[in-house]
RNA sequence: GCGGUAUUGGUGAAGUUUGGUUAACACACCGGAUUGUGGUUCCGGCACGCGUGGGUUCGAGUCCCACAUACCGCCCCA
């Protein structure tokens, strides 16, 4: 065992890689459906990409990015998260052209990487799956992709959801917020724990996330976001929550919800379930929101976005644990039991035929007798199990065994070769 | 970045407390039981080695140290 995979990265052999393009497959079909296309943008980036996106202060930025000079002494990020690659590619390509259709709906899914401790279902590299749209400041966008998301988990087979909504408001909005919290919690200062005390001057939104017991004694009192919204985000807010009604779809407001990205505003939300899987109580699977001025931030115009991620290890996870089944598709039609040396280019013969007509079909190549020959047809579970040896070439026939039912018949060679399904229709 | 636990064949693992010379048992796999048909049963095969590297000892899977990796918790998050 001398070389082993990189701390923190997985290996997703053949029998799981199955339930990886179920996922996938599920997603396209769901976001198709809501006019969302695919985009692939690189697995890198400069490093200011997501410097720039996610917040100097963001524990991402600060210690989670894996980056490196290249041997151009270029300073490159692997993706730690989808939405900044995607909208550097949205104005570097001048999606927001009068050409294209607004709003601009896309998706991405694949491997993003941080620099972190590896835990159950989050590695260094993972995957995520993703939407965005852009151009619109409408609510109504905001709650189509909000019920993308969970109509997206029903599709997966998860029906216990909770989704909890919340706004960080426009600008004003949170400065004056920010402003409200500062007052709040600087004379309890030094009660805080130490990691507050740092949250509190770099981002003091952050401490309402705090899982510290005496933290969350004063933020159980702390001002609500909710009492400093413009008229502008406080109507915005309203409107997604009366859409959201509208579709009956049933959310939570949790007013000291927050995100670990500096770029969002408006409306956030967390789709949760609850699942001893990823731990105890609601946990999140999928958490999104809006990001008015992130577009502006790498350079574009004032164009407005808002988007989702979700994470695939967990996703998994979660369902393996609720007990979803994958469809199993590794199904043979037929295996072709060659007897003796004579029969090696006959074999492979009938075998490739069988798959020109569109049928799964395997044989030996171990050079085994017919017994482990026939044992392995029935461990593969093949529907048909077809014989050829020294009789049979001589006769030009071969033999043809329905497996489930055991009947079986002796067929010219060419007919097999030709028309495999008028064969089987004889012994069904 | 911090703390805890763990690491023995293809797999599940016993053995580590009390260091002692054949690494148990089971599953899977492969071969065989009078020539070419699936199951069962029976027989046989399957770790020159106990994560890696050092050390202690007459002797180490068992003790000590370092490193690697995994899992759990913290931080954070998907």
């Known amino acids: 065992m001398r070389y082993q995979r990189p701390k923190g990265t997985a290996d997703i052999l053949p029998g799981k890689s199955s339930h990886w393009q179920y996922i996938e497959n599920v997603a396209r079909e769901v976001f198709s459906k809501y006019r969302f296309e695919e985009i692939r943008t690189p697995l890198f980036e400069n490093f200011e990409v997501f410097s720039r996106t996610s917040g ?7 210690k989670e990015m894996y980056d490196f000079k290249d041997k151009g ?19 570097e390509n001048k999606l927001y052209g009068p050409e294209v259709q607004k709003p601009f709906k896309t998706y991405y899914m694949g491997q993003m990487y941080r620099y972190e ?21 409408e609510p109504a966008l905001d709650v189509e992709v ?14 216990d959801m909770r989704l909890a909504i919340n706004t960080l408001g426009d600008k004003p909005s949170r400065d004056a917020y920010r402003q409200a919290l500062i007052d709040y919690l600087e004379p309890h200062f030094d009660e805080l724990s130490e990691d507050s005390q740092v949250r509190l001057h770099k981002n003091p939104l952050r401490v309402l996330d705090s899982k510290d017991e005496q933290d969350q004694k004063f ?19 309203e409107q997604v929550k009366s859409l959201l009604t509208a579709l009956g779809i049933e959310f939570d407001v949790d007013s000291t919800m927050v995100r670990g990205l500096d770029y969002y505003n408006h409306t956030i939300f967390e ?21 008015n001025g992130l577009v502006e931030e790498l350079g574009g115009p004032e164009v407005s976005g808002v988007g989702f991620g979700l994470g695939m290890e967990r996703l998994l996870l979660l369902m393996e644990a609720t007990g979803v089944s994958f469809p199993e598709e590794h199904h043979l039609d037929a295996y072709v039991v060659g007897i003796g040396d004579e029969a090696d280019a006959a074999t492979l013969q009938v075998v490739q035929a069988l798959r020109q007509q569109n049928f799964s ?25 077809l014989t050829l040896g020294e009789a049979e070439l001589a006769a030009q026939t071969i033999h043809v065994k329905n497996m489930a039912s ?3 018949v002796s067929a010219p060679i060419t007919d097999v070769l030709n028309d495999f399904t008028k064969v089987t229709e004889n012994i069904d």
Do not use: W
């Open 117 to 137: 401790r590896p835990q159950s279902g989050r590695l260094r590299e993972f995957h995520q799956i993703g939407v965005e749209a852009f151009g619109s400041d």
């Open 56 to 62: 100097d202060t963001s524990d991402i930025v600060t």
């Open 406 to 408: 055991g009947n079986e």
């Open 73 to 91: 002494d270029r300073h490159i990020s692997l993706r730690p998260e989808g939405t900044a690659g995607v909208v550097r590619a949205f104005v």
């Open 219 to 237: 933020v159980a009192d702390a001002p609500s976001i909710l009492d400093y919204l413009t008229d502008d985000a406080k109507a915005h807010f």
């Open 361 to 385: 079909a395997d044989r030996d190549y171990l050079a085994r007798k017919p017994k482990a020959q026939f044992k392995t047809a029935d461990r593969l579970n093949a529907a048909y199990t």
């Open 271 to 291: 789709v949760m379930v609850n699942s001893k899987a990823l731990g105890h109580g609601y946990t999140t699977v999928c958490a999104g929101g809006r990001y």
């Open 146 to 159: 909000i019920a993308m998301g969970m109509d997206l988990f029903k599709h997966f087979g998860i029906h």
